[in-house]
Structures are given as C-alpha cells and as structure tokens.
C-alpha cells in the first residue's frame, strides 16, 4: 500500500464535496498525480468505503478556515443588481492554507 496515496485521498475526501472522483482528485492536485494512478491504487486497496470514511475520521487533525473576502463589486446584466465576487476560488484558498510539502 502507498501511505502517500492513501494520505492524499483521505485528505481529498475531508475536504471535498459532493462527488469524490479520481479525476477530481486529479485536477485539484493540478494532474501531478494522474487519475489513473488514484484508480489503480484505490482498485488495490483492502479497504471497503467505511474503512476509508473511518481512516478519515481518524486523521483529522485540525481545522483551518479563512473569511472569503467579497471585495470586487459588479453589476449582473440579467438581473442589474449589483453583486460581489472573491478574487479566489475555494480551491485557491486551500492551497493556500495548505501549501505543498
């Protein structure tokens, strides 16, 4: 078993919603690790989906979190409202928190 791999997809499934797919795993590590790669390692594990939900739970070990700031004003066309955007996405926010080792 990779421990790395396995480290990487429990950390996936903690902050992931929805869907947990391979190719998204994938894209949010920027295809460092190709989705293939992820599909091969999980079709050898041992684990059933509990023990991984279990190996989640059990390596949380902090909570890190920031205010989305919504600074940047528009005006929606459809709706000619004004609104508010974040200069960063969700993902960008949490690389940044969490920068590679």
């Not at 989305?68 to 005006?75: F, G």
């Not at 996405?89 to 949490?94: A, D, G, P, T």
Request: aromatic letters at 10%.
């Amino acid at each position: 078993m990779n421990q790395t791999h396995l480290d990487l997809y429990t950390d996936y499934l903690s902050v992931t919603f929805g869907y947990a797919t391979a190719t998204g795993l994938s894209q949010m590590l920027d295809g460092r690790i190709s989705h293939d790669t992820v599909s091969r390692f999980l079709s050898h594990l041992e684990y059933t989906s509990k023990d991984l939900w279990l190996q989640v739970k059990s390596t949380v070990r902090e909570v890190v979190f920031e205010c989305v700031r919504k600074s940047p004003r528009y005006c929606d066309l459809k709706t000619r409202q004004e609104k508010r955007c974040s200069e960063f996405s969700k993902n960008e926010y949490m690389r940044s928190m969490h920068p590679p080792s």
